[in-house]
DNA sequence: ATTACTTTGTAACTTTTGATACATTAGCTA
DNA sequence: TAGCTAATGTATCAAAAGTTACAAAGTAAT
């Protein structure tokens, strides 16, 4: 386990704040489709994502989601720690895009370490604007753009987080993420064909550059 | 100085920390309708709202802007402060919703404090863990409710923060803030009254309860 | 009081999005 | 290959929101 944090992390954490995150935390491997954290869960533990991706989401009060962002490799969900800081139930659900692995650190480690290393301040700071940003940019994308370009934003973000052009998935799992109805993402799809910016196939949708 | 800080923050921070604020730290009077923060703006100051209410935007790229929450006594705004650490321009405007007071503190003593207080980080965190709850509930309203329930919250808002059931503005300005049109408010205001929610006058908005 | 300006009311129309219903097609399985 | 299911295409209609245009009512200034 040290080998991976000394690989993904050893650039922002000095080496004995890594022993000590080593000593304490477990690993856990995930498979894509997990839900790593659902909604009212209570949070104890809190997760440095250490490879793959994973998609947070927002629950609508009478069935129905939406997309917040997508977290990668180096990051942590700081929605996660918000709950852990204020012992409260998590506001969010996180769902595993990928395969992959994540770190999960004990909440009053958490805490421990934010009086002890500035490293560990400074990160868990800039998760903190990171997921603000993001949060910033969910809300622009809801309030000023229309169902077409917050598509194709879905789209391009979720290319860039499969590495690849190729995205495979339904036009029901989109509109799921973008809090609308299949017909419509059909619909604004065929669009988006016809004016040359994706090919459509089957269960995937190819993005042209 | 010391005396404002001590009755608005004294159950928060430690004297110590009181006596370091006042000292390095500037106090500042604000009217309704002042730009305190503009989109663009370089932040070196972080500000702890003494007295008075501020409003918090976000700005549209075309002209436009939307409303993302009020900040009260008590709270200062994670937005700035994110911008301070990451140096870079702000995200949003910050408009004076009252008249009120703000105590300005350097960003690097903000820092510094992070690491020796452990109230300050405290608030901190806080202070984050709520802008994060506000923001969600920003989403929460752009993207599972129609505008009429928008702007009915709105107005409870309006209402709680200025404490009258009198919400004295016009509709163009409900119309920015919810980045919609003048008509549409117009319209739905009209609904609301008829509904028997609350009651129009000239420039101003009286909720029934 | 007259004028000018701000604020609100309302009608008519368009665009965007959502809902329902059903047809078609690809891929899988027996 | 026949039949099933998941995924997609498409038409039609309804609701919500945005746009334009103009009238009416209140306020302020001269």
Redesign the interface.
Known sequence: MKELLKTTYGFIFEDNLIDEIAEVSLLRDFTEGDVLIDFGDYIKKMPLLIEGAIKIL?E??DE?E?L?YFIEKGDTC??TM?CC??ETKS?IRAVAETNGKVIMIPVHKMEEW??KY?SW?NYV??S??N???E??N???N???MNMDERLMNYLIDKSKINHSKEIHTTHQEIAYDL?TSRVVISRLLKALENGGKIRLHRASIELLK
Do not use: C, S
Request: charged share 25%; proline share 0%; no cysteine.
């Open positions: 927002r609508d009060f129905g939406l917040l700081a929605m918000a800081m204020g506001e934010l009086g500035k301040r700071f800039n903190y604007n997921r603000l940003k949060m910033l969910a809300i622009d809801l309030a000023f809090h």
